[in-house]
């Protein structure tokens, strides 16, 4: 009786099988016929994967791996100045792909900026 556990990834298809050995004879795995997948904990703030983020002259490229129970997302970028937030937000942003992308324009050079994407 072995049973392997890992801790999944919110928004991710996963498929699983069983295989069965019996003293030094093992089966071929056979796997569950519907995959799963993970929901998303709107407890948890959310945290793209594999975010990439290349600076350009007026703004930022951005992209990261897409959640395939996401439609779209809403960007904040947030300018750091001083006491206040000036943010810029983008909404309705969709993934063609496997891969999240967005062209952040209007920033500044030499400025701190705080960044959020939610689902």
């Known amino acids: ?5 890992q801790k999944s990834v919110p ?9 069965v050995t019996i003293d030094d004879q ?11 997948m993970t929901k998303l904990d709107s407890s948890i703030p959310y945290e793209p994967s594999n975010l990439n983020i290349n600076p350009t ?5 951005l992209s990261w791996d897409h959640g395939k129970c996401i439609e779209s997302y809403r960007i904040r ?6 006491h206040d937030q000036i943010c810029e937000e983008n909404e309705g942003i969709k993934a ?11 920033l500044e050079p030499c400025t701190d900026y705080k960044l959020h994407i939610y689902p």
């Open 1 to 5: 009786n072995n049973f392997f556990k």
């Open 11 to 19: 928004c991710t298809e996963y498929r699983y099988g069983v295989k």
């Open 26 to 36: 093992e089966s071929d795995i056979v796997e569950f016929d519907q995959a799963i």
């Open 57 to 61: 002259t007026e703004g930022a490229e």
């Open 77 to 82: 970028a947030c300018k750091l100045d001083g």
């Open 96 to 106: 063609e792909s496997h891969k999240a992308t967005h062209t952040i324009h209007g």
